[in-house]
């Protein structure tokens, strides 16, 4: 009994590091606040969100909507993978219903990916932080400056005239007048006063922004179709592109979570969800194409990889796994228009 508690307190930490992460977005692009067991999570209106460092299997959501006419959406959303019961990157979805009601539906559930980078229009939060004031107001200054310009009549003989003084001098008798007349000394003196004022506006901040700074971006090796260790577990598309595939641990462990899916639509789903974050290879999508149990869900499927795939050289290979000559030729179309 002794071996046995002691077994159970050394297991326990391990379970505690365990986490889920959820992901929120509107698929009509309505902006919404999320709130977890009654914690606000973003204080800004968002159209897609990600919480990560979530330990219960379960939690009490709610979405309120920037439009205070669209009706909130409460609900309790369990955060694991519901074919498992594992912890796992789960994915909600908001999408208006063709009766016009908003409900909030489960997506898809991933592995939770290490050093996750996000897309640039995802907010991100790790639960149990504040939510981030706004950001900062932009102030612009702007200085304005005056010159004022007076005149300032200066003359001793009156405007317009000249200065003019007479002197008498008696010399032997005689009388001399002399008149000097300077007109400079009627001149105006000038004074040049400058005056500078400076008007401050405060405008609103504005932009995306998260509780911390972005993470570092990953670091791509040649194009090679192959993951570059150096990367630091890092294999998401970068500038539109993939360069690297899914270290085979990571893939598996995707592919073995696409299986687990009961219905065609799911796996579809969470295959794409997949590739949201990922790149795979040529042979990884060949791979996770045989999954499927219909043609439709295989093109469909090898079209959304194409633009995630970096050996695209390869890529007619895929055209192998389809029944039909109408499917390889739709791919091989698809591609061409690529």
Do not use: W
Not at 138 to 143: L, S
Not at 176 to 190: E, F, L, R
């Amino acid at each position: 009994m002794k071996r046995l508690l002691m077994l159970l307190m050394a297991c326990a930490p391990l379970g505690s590091f365990a986490q889920s992460s959820l992901t929120i977005f509107s698929e009509d692009g309505y902006p919404f606040y999320l709130v977890l067991n009654g914690q606000k999570q973003n204080s800004v209106p968002m159209t897609n969100i990600h919480i990560d460092g979530l330990t219960a299997p379960q939690y009490a959501v709610k979405i309120i909507f920037e439009d205070a006419s669209k009706k909130e959406i409460s609900k309790n959303l369990p955060v694991v993978d519901p074919g498992t019961n594992a912890f796992a990157d789960v994915t909600y979805k908001i999408k208006t219903q063709k009766d016009g009601d908003i409900k909030m539906r489960y997506f898809s559930a991933t592995p939770v990916v290490p050093n996750y980078v996000p897309p640039p229009d995802m907010y991100v939060m790790h639960y149990g932080q504040p939510a981030p004031s706004p950001p900062a107001a932009a102030v612009t200054q702007t200085t304005t400056t005056r010159t004022t310009t007076t005149t300032t009549d200066m003359g001793m003989g009156g405007p317009g005239g000249n200065a003019s003084f007479s002197v008498g001098v008696g010399v032997g008798g005689v009388n001399m007048n002399v008149n000097i007349s300077d007109p400079t000394m009627n001149g105006g003196g000038t004074t040049t006063t400058t005056r500078t004022t400076t008007r401050t506006t405060t405008t609103g901040g504005g932009g995306y922004y998260q509780d911390a700074p972005p993470p570092a971006q990953p670091v791509y090796g040649n194009n090679n179709g192959g993951y570059n260790g150096n990367n630091n577990g890092n294999y998401n598309r970068g500038n539109g592109g993939c360069n690297n595939a899914m270290p085979v641990g990571d893939f598996n462990a995707a592919k073995q979570t696409i299986q687990k899916a009961s219905f065609e639509d799911t796996k579809l789903s969470t295959a794409k969800t997949v590739l949201s974050s990922n790149c795979m290879s040529t042979e990884q999508v060949i791979q996770v194409c045989k999954l499927f149990s219909f043609e439709q869900s295989k093109l469909d499927f090898a079209k959304y990889a194409y633009d995630r795939c970096p050996d695209r050289g390869n890529y007619f290979k895929v055209g192998n796994i389809f029944s039909f000559d109408a499917s390889r030729t739709e791919l091989n179309e698809y591609i061409s228009g690529h």
